[in-house]
């Protein structure tokens, strides 16, 4: 399994970004078993759950700081999920992680077996 993750940037407040997790080893589908989560981490700063999808019901859930700015979607013809991420503010800046698998605690970091290497998105005022 391994993901990659691309589509960051830079942008301005209240702009918005689309970033993609490319998966290969396994389709994303709704007859996958994995959970997809995001991750972002800022410098000087532990890394904290952005969001999730269950690729089997699409369940997504979100932490509350990105709710109702930001989507998680599948895009099976690509074999990847997306994170678009709209009304961008400075302290969503970091680098954004997807990973695979976090069925059981798809909310922490230590629940995920598989790492994409992380894109950069900063967001200036």
């Known amino acids: 399994v391994q993901l990659q993750a691309s589509g960051g940037g830079l942008v301005q407040a209240g702009g918005s970004l689309r970033l993609s997790c490319a998966a290969s080893?396994?389709?994303?589908?709704?007859?996958?078993?994995?959970?997809i989560g995001w991750f972002r981490q800022a410098p000087g700063k532990e890394r904290e759950f952005v969001g999730c999808?269950?690729?089997?019901?699409?369940?997504?859930d979100y932490a509350d700081s990105v709710k109702g700015r930001f989507t998680i979607s599948r895009d099976n013809a690509k074999n990847a999920v997306s994170l678009q991420m709209n009304d961008l503010k400075p302290e969503d800046t970091g680098v954004y992680y997807c990973a695979a698998d976090g069925s059981f605690f798809p909310s922490m970091s230590t629940g995920y077996q598989y790492w994409g290497q992380g894109t950069q998105v900063t967001v200036s005022s």
């Open positions: 080893g396994f389709t994303i589908s709704r007859f996958s078993v994995y959970t």
């Open positions: 999808i269950t690729l089997s019901s699409d369940i997504t």
